[in-house]
């Protein structure tokens, strides 16, 4: 449970962008939804990313 928490953490904002589509995708949204979803969850991480456009989070996810 501490390894968790401490991966949580640990994660970088391209790692959790991507984890973070792959399930939302896994809950049936699309992606529209899920890039503002995403966009809005961001800020509240435990060490902010600074403000990324929905075209900046598609390429972390798309290349």
């Known amino acids: 449970m501490i390894q968790d928490v401490l991966?949580?953490?640990?994660?970088?904002t391209e790692?959790?962008?991507r984890r973070r589509h792959r399930e939302l995708q896994g809950?049936?949204?699309?992606?529209?939804a899920?890039?503002?979803?995403?966009a809005h969850?961001?800020?509240h991480r435990a060490v902010a990313p600074p403000e990324l456009?929905?075209?900046q989070l598609r390429?972390?996810?798309y290349g």
């Not at 991966?7 to 970088?12: G, L």
């Not at 809950?27 to 529209?32: H, P, V």
Request: no cysteine.
């Open 7 to 12: 991966a949580y953490f640990d994660e970088t």
């Open 15 to 17: 790692v959790f962008v």
């Open 27 to 32: 809950q049936g949204l699309r992606n529209d």
């Open 34 to 38: 899920i890039f503002e979803r995403i």
């Open 41 to 43: 969850e961001l800020p």
């Open 53 to 55: 456009s929905i075209r």
């Open 59 to 61: 390429r972390l996810v």
